[in-house]
């Protein structure tokens, strides 16, 4: 018996395990993003390092190709939870992103759930706590939600979505 | 132009860029890979030492001319095998080596590869040769890790679900 798959909802995550000494810099991500007076993320020396180890290392372990599409930050208020957030437009498909990015830069009890369909079990979820230095990867076709689950700092995140090749 | 293999934490190739010749000459005009691991490290925010020189020509330990023949100077050989992304980088024998293809394969550092423990396949017979030749069959040896033997088999109508 052979199963062959043709298409998966893969999640990846993990923390980006830098060389000692040139360690992703999460105060000036920290700054950037809330300095940045449009929703786009200025490039940094930074950025470009996180960036750079997302893709080579998606590529070395999940053989998945990234290629930019956009990027962003974001800081959430203490107990604030966004509305059901997707990073495609259903309309617009073929500019959509294929892949989000989340990269906790300064988390606090920040929670993300990504809802998923499991064949006829539609809307299921699957929840993950979001740290310092960890990023998830997913589909960009799947809804999802952040929640700043204590009431005293902010929580400061970095999305970046992709296509792949 | 010459050829840098980016190494990640865990020893493995993560990336393999070109360099301009011109910027990995030292004070004296000539070719030095700490030059050029210092430029990398300069421009792509990997540290130097993590930047390791691989030649293009290079494959199985041996050194070969642009048109695929071997060189006749084998001392041109370089570090194993020209790196590529997933190969080990094996820092005490100063080379790269391909994705091990089974767990129980061994190093062989003299083809800058990996060998079977009980060796190399047998040779086809010369009857199974002939009807390779003859495009009857396709007889080859697969590596069964399971057993640790060459399997012979006949490739000429793979089932599509084996």
Not at chain 1, 26 to 54: A, C, G, H
Not at chain 1, 55 to 72: D, M, S, Y
Not at chain 2, 35 to 61: D, I
């Amino acid at each position: 018996m052979k199963k062959v798959v043709l298409s998966e909802q893969a999640f990846i995550a993990g923390y980006v395990k830098m060389p000692k000494g040139f360690e992703i810099d999460l105060d000036k991500l920290s700054i950037d993003i809330s300095q940045s007076t449009n929703s786009e993320l200025p490039f940094s020396r930074t950025w470009d390092m996180l960036n750079t180890y997302v893709i080579e290392h998606t590529n070395l372990e999940h053989q998945i190709r990234l290629v930019n599409k956009n990027c962003w930050g974001d800081i959430y208020k203490p107990n604030q939870q966004t509305s059901p957030l997707l990073n495609i437009d259903p309309v617009d498909l073929k500019n959509s992103p294929d892949y989000t990015l989340l990269y906790g830069i300064k988390t606090d009890n920040c929670f993300l759930r990504i809802y998923y369909d499991d064949n006829r079990r539609a809307g299921r979820s699957w929840d993950i706590q979001l740290t310092d230095n960890m990023f998830i990867i997913f589909p960009s076709t799947n809804m999802y939600y952040i929640k700043n689950e204590q009431k005293e700092n902010s929580n400061v995140v970095l999305t970046i979505t992709y296509d792949y090749l | 132009m010459a050829h840098f293999a980016k190494i990640g934490m865990v020893g493995k190739v993560i990336q393999v860029l070109t360099l301009n010749d011109s910027d990995m000459l030292n004070a004296d005009n000539i070719q030095d890979e700490s030059v050029g691991q210092q430029y990398l490290e300069r421009h792509n925010n990997w540290p130097a030492q993590m930047w390791v020189q691989t030649s293009y020509n290079t494959k199985g330990g041996k050194y070969y001319n642009a048109d695929g023949t071997e060189h006749s100077d084998q001392s041109k050989a370089f570090r194993g095998n020209y790196a590529a992304v997933g190969f080990e980088w094996d820092a005490d024998n100063d080379m790269f080596l391909p994705k091990k293809p089974y767990s129980s394969w061994v190093k062989d550092i003299t083809n800058a590869s990996w060998k079977s423990p009980i060796g190399n396949s047998p040779d086809l017979t010369a009857g199974q040769q002939s009807q390779n030749d003859a495009d009857t069959h396709k007889w080859v040896y697969d590596w069964n890790e399971d057993d640790q033997t060459w399997d012979l088999v006949d490739k000429t109508n793979i089932d599509p679900l084996a």
